[in-house]
């Protein structure tokens, strides 16, 4: 059983920062791209950030220049630093990540329960 949790959420007020952890564990064999999402009730997921196995990564347009997406792969965490936050940052961040289970199974998405991050005006 893989299992994603999520840490760091919370209430901050404009411009400041905060830093999300996700851990990863259980049956894990690889994990190959890690990220980060955001989703508004009744809105769709949406990438916030990506990061590879080697340490390439990808940013939403809206969160280039003020958010750092980090991995250990040796500790399979990844995580998201975001500075001067804003109130239309605030969502549910949830980590995902593709995982092969064992040596002999697929790439499959795993999800986290996702952490709160609100921002005040």
């Known amino acids: 059983q893989v299992r994603l949790v999520e840490s760091g959420g919370g209430l901050v007020q404009a411009g400041g920062s905060l830093r999300l952890s996700c851990a990863a564990s259980?049956?894990?064999?690889?994990?190959?791209?890690m990220g980060w999402y955001r989703q508004a009730p009744g809105n769709q997921r949406e990438l916030v950030a990506l990061?590879?196995?080697?340490?390439?990564?990808t940013y939403a347009d809206s969160a280039k220049g003020r958010v750092t997406i980090s991995r250990d792969n040796a500790e399979n965490m990844v995580y998201l630093q975001m500075n001067s936050l804003k109130p239309e940052d605030t969502d549910i961040y949830y980590c995902?990540?593709?995982?092969?289970?064992?040596?002999?199974?697929?790439?499959?998405?795993?999800w986290g329960q996702g952490t709160q991050v609100t921002v005040s005006s």
């Open positions: 995902g990540a593709v995982i092969r289970a064992t040596s002999t199974s697929p790439f499959n998405m795993y």
């Open positions: 259980g049956s894990i064999f690889s994990i190959g791209d």
């Open positions: 990061i590879a196995v080697a340490g390439s990564t």
